[in-house]
């Protein structure tokens, strides 16, 4: 049974470009999780996805981040016109239908120049 | 909002001794407590967790407790192995419309096992 997949591993980009992170989660889970990892800190929630629907997206910044996770394909997690405070890890995370037991992806590295 | 502190930073040990990391949390109606494991370059891994309806949970060398009057719980490791040396979190979240999914995590402790 495969695990939470994660692409890029790592994504570089220049200031002002957009970055598309992807996550696939583990074969039976519906319910997909974003956290964020500054460097030193411990991982920030960000936005909690059911297909189709965005549960709860109060960790996400106002401007520039969306996320969705539709019905067919990866969770997306985008970021526009991204700045060098975007530079993070970015970790997914699934559950099954009883979403307290979550299992993380290997996280995308995103470095903004 | 919940908030989760960690100690110590960093913790070195010889194979063999014990080793116990300790959080606290701020918010008494938080109910899950899980324990993370983050090698170098890898996705944090579910070690352990506890729900506030028990006070000690143990699987092999790992156990948690937790105090709830506190608001404290402690992952110990005994007989410490040179693979254990890794990055641990701790983690709290309270039950939000009916399930516990918002993780609120602690700054992490660099595990150092020396051989």
Same mark, same amino acid.
Request: hydrophobic fraction near 30%.
């Given at each position: 049974?495969?695990?939470?997949?994660?692409?890029?591993?790592?994504?570089?980009?220049?200031?002002?470009?957009?970055?598309?992170?992807?996550?696939?989660?583990?074969? #039976?889970?519906?319910?997909?999780?974003?956290?964020?990892?500054? !460097?030193? $800190? @411990?991982?920030?929630?960000?936005?909690?996805? /059911?297909?189709?629907?965005?549960?709860?997206e109060? #960790?996400?910044p106002?401007?520039?981040?969306?996320?969705?996770? !539709?019905? $067919? @394909?990866?969770?997306?997690l985008?970021?526009? /016109?991204?700045?060098?405070g975007?530079?993070?890890?970015?970790?997914?995370?699934?559950?099954?239908?009883?979403?307290?037991?979550?299992?993380?992806?290997?996280?995308?590295?995103?470095?903004?120049? | 909002g919940?908030?989760?502190?960690?100690?110590?930073?960093?913790?070195?040990?010889?194979?063999?001794?014990?080793?116990?990391?300790?959080?606290?949390?701020?918010?008494?109606?938080?109910?899950?407590?899980?324990?993370?494991?983050?090698?170098?370059?890898?996705?944090?891994?579910?070690?352990?967790?506890?729900?506030?309806?028990?006070?000690?949970?143990?699987?092999?060398?790992?156990?948690?407790?937790?105090?709830?009057?506190?608001?404290?719980f402690?992952?110990?490791?005994?007989?410490?192995?040179?693979?254990?040396?890794?990055?641990?979190?701790?983690?709290?979240?309270?039950?939000?419309?009916?399930?516990?999914?918002?993780?609120?995590?602690?700054?992490?402790?660099?595990?150092?096992?020396?051989?």
């Open positions: 049974n495969a695990g939470v997949m994660q692409n890029p591993r790592h994504l570089v980009r220049r200031r002002g470009q957009e970055a598309r992170l992807r996550c696939s989660p583990m074969k #039976g889970h519906s319910h997909v999780y974003w956290y964020r990892q500054l !460097p030193e $800190e @411990g991982l920030k929630f960000m936005v909690y996805l /059911q297909k189709e629907n965005i549960i709860d109060s #960790g996400m106002k401007e520039r981040f969306s996320a969705e996770f !539709p019905k $067919e @394909g990866p969770s997306i985008r970021i526009q /016109q991204v700045v060098r975007d530079s993070a890890a970015y970790f997914c995370a699934s559950s099954p239908g009883q979403p307290d037991t979550q299992y993380f992806g290997p996280g995308t590295r995103l470095t903004v120049l | 919940e908030n989760v502190e960690q100690h110590p930073s960093t913790l070195s040990v010889q194979e063999g001794d014990s080793a116990v990391i300790k959080c606290t949390y701020s918010d008494s109606a938080s109910n899950y407590f899980p324990w993370y494991k983050q090698e170098l370059g890898k996705g944090p891994q579910l070690i352990i967790d506890i729900r506030s309806n028990v006070g000690e949970k143990k699987d092999q060398r790992i156990a948690v407790t937790l105090n709830k009057t506190a608001k404290h402690s992952l110990h490791i005994t007989e410490t192995q040179p693979e254990d040396s890794a990055v641990y979190f701790c983690a709290a979240s309270l039950k939000s419309g009916g399930s516990n999914y918002k993780l609120t995590f602690g700054k992490g402790t660099l595990l150092t096992v020396n051989p």
